[in-house]
T-cell receptor
Framework: AQTIHQWPVAEIKAVGSPLSLGCTIKGKSSPNLYWYWQATGGTLQQLFYSITVGQVESVVQLNLSASRPKDDQFILSTEKLLLSHSGFYLC????????????FGAGTRLSVL | GEKVEQHESTLSVREGDSAVINCTYTDTASSYFPWYKQEAGKGLHFVIDIRSNVDRKQSQRLIVLLDKKAKRFSLHITATQPEDSAIYFC???????????FGQGTVLSVIP
């Protein structure tokens, strides 16, 4: 069975500080990977997707970047956090990029103060 | 781009009754419509989906209906139970990078 693990569970960070969030998928080779962001009390917005190691496509510009250093790992980062980065970050995987079910991780709650 | 509107922001039903959540979308090219459930402070859990080649799909107590003409789809939860209480999100995708456009979410409360 596939498992998706996100870390950390929660972060409290200062404006201007760096950030790195991680996501690991086990039990599935070459998954498509996604980062979604959910503003507090709001809906979800796709940030990045990756179909293979080393390739990441940006969907929305939020002064964030993403990388896929390994087949089973997806990293979301920024060098300087903004207040507007606060929210819930969700990693997800799917079998392909074509209308397949997304399976989400438990998420990381980020508070930027 | 695609816009998905979820019509009920909150919904309260009595245990055993049915709950219906309605969504509309704008992109006629959308052909995949999943529903997700989010419990407090947790990630999203896939519950059911429908593709544009059918207009009805059922999985146990969950029924999804799709009206392509009206660009509308709905989730029906029958015989509701307290554990159905959660936030439900509808979404739509026209394919390509699996970009799901989500609705705003419906907070469903099932009253025992």
């Amino acid at each position: 069975a596939q498992t998706i693990h996100q870390w950390p569970v929660a972060e409290i960070k200062a404006v201007g500080s760096p950030l790195s969030l991680g996501c690991t998928i086990k039990g599935k080779s070459s998954p498509n990977l996604y980062w979604y962001w959910q503003a507090t009390g709001g809906t979800l917005q796709q940030l990045f997707y990756s179909i293979t190691v080393g390739q990441v496509e940006s969907v929305v510009q939020l002064n964030l970047s993403a990388s896929r250093p390994k087949d089973d790992q997806f990293i979301l980062s920024t060098e300087k956090l903004l207040l507007s980065h606060s929210g819930f970050y969700l990693c997800a995987w799917s079998l392909s990029t074509s209308q397949n079910t997304l399976y989400f991780g438990a998420g990381t709650r980020l508070s930027v103060l | 781009g695609e816009k998905v509107e979820q019509h009920e922001s909150t919904l309260s039903v009595r245990e055993g009754d049915s709950a219906v959540i309605n969504c509309t979308y704008t992109d006629t090219a959308s052909s995949y419509f999943p529903w997700y459930k989010q419990e407090a402070g947790k990630g999203l859990h896939f519950v059911i989906d429908i593709r544009s080649n059918v207009d009805r799909k059922q999985s146990q107590r969950l029924i999804v209906l799709l009206d392509k003409k009206a660009k509308r789809f709905s989730l029906h939860i029958t015989a509701t139970q307290p554990e159905d209480s959660a936030i439900y999100f509808c979404a739509a995708s026209a394919g390509g990078n699996n970009k799901l456009t989500f609705g705003q979410g419906t907070v469903l409360s099932v009253i025992p």
